[in-house]
């Protein structure tokens, strides 16, 4: 599922982010969602959460599971 629509990712769902500083390779990272913190329901470059793990920041590129 795409991690385009804030509607896609609910809290704790799996998912692949991209953090800012991977953002020029495209290195994704996993976790599960912890808060999600794009307001607009909808977000070209994806809805910006932050995970459980670490409190890594980074923009959703896929959702995994729910």
């Known amino acids: 599922m795409t991690g385009k629509?804030?509607?896609n990712i609910r809290p704790g769902a799996l998912v692949d982010?991209?953090?800012k500083k991977d953002q020029p390779?495209?290195?994704?990272?996993r976790g599960h969602?912890?808060?999600i913190l794009t307001n607009s329901p909808s977000h070209p470059h994806g809805i910006k959460v932050m995970l459980e793990e670490g409190d890594q920041v980074g923009r959703v590129q896929e959702v995994l599971e729910e």
């Open 5 to 7: 629509l804030r509607g």
């Open 25 to 29: 390779t495209g290195k994704l990272t």
């Open 17 to 19: 982010i991209v953090l």
């Open 33 to 35: 969602v912890k808060r």
